[in-house]
């Protein structure tokens, strides 16, 4: 289907995911399937802890390892009373971050609010 939407008039470098909880968790899926499709994902509070025990597919560190690459942007509250922070988005960033052992990020956060691409630091403009 996103192929026949894409066909005409639309840049395909430019193409996005975005959800909010289960769709912030459908948004990772389709990212994993079409890891080489989407210029970026923003998700909000994504249950990725919830939606595996609700009858989804459960996501794995192997299949976040294939959509590390792709400049992601995550927002949650830690307080969030449905979808919890530390299960869902918390791990995520983790793997992300920091890969599946903990080590060798392409991309942190630095304090100032820019990021680090492999060792060079971008400022916050």
Known sequence: ?????VKENIDIDRIYVFGVSVG???SIRTAIEYPNFFAGINVN???INIASRRGGV???I???QKIKNIPFWIVHSEND?????KTSSKWLYKILIKGKNGKNSKQRHSKN???KDNGEKKEKK
Do not use: F, R
């Open 45 to 47: 509070a994504p249950a």
């Open 58 to 60: 459960k996501t794995t």
């Open 62 to 64: 192997e299949d976040i």
């Open 24 to 26: 912030g968790y459908m």
């Open 81 to 85: 009373p449905i979808v919890d922070y």
């Open 1 to 5: 289907m996103i192929d026949e939407v």
């Open 113 to 115: 609010g820019g990021y």
